[in-house]
Nanobody, 118 residues
């Protein structure tokens, strides 16, 4: 069955960095666009970034552009999100999703918590 498992979250001070990973299994990973979405406390899902199945194209939300980098390693069935210059407003649960664009019904993992505070 389709499984997505995120890891790499944690607590970091403002200005710090984190690298999230998403291990995928149960489907042909290299045939699917993938994305990262997040949900802050008390808010809805927010699209962060997406990447083509080949890794050849990526898109970012305005809040992520210039600070975050989405990438993938298809032989390892793994999706990444490098987050730099983190801000308190980046605090959220981050999910990887089996969709290039924003799709609230896309399969997601259980998520990993990212907390940015001093």
């Amino acid at each position: 069955q389709v499984q997505l498992v995120e890891s790499g979250g944690g607590w970091v001070q403002p200005g710090g960095s984190l690298r999230l990973s998403c291990a995928a299994s149960g489907f042909p990973f290299d045939r699917y666009g993938m994305s990262w979405v997040r949900q802050a406390p008390g808010k809805g899902l927010e699209y962060v970034a997406g990447i083509y199945h080949s890794g050849g194209n990526a898109v970012y939300s305005p809040s992520a552009r210039g600070r975050f980098v989405i990438s993938r390693h298809n032989p390892k069935n793994t999706l990444y999100l490098q987050m730099n210059n983190l801000k308190p407003e980046d605090t959220a649960v981050y999910f990887c999703a089996r969709s290039f664009g924003f799709n609230i019904r896309a399969r997601r993992g259980p998520g990993t918590q990212v907390t940015v505070s001093s």
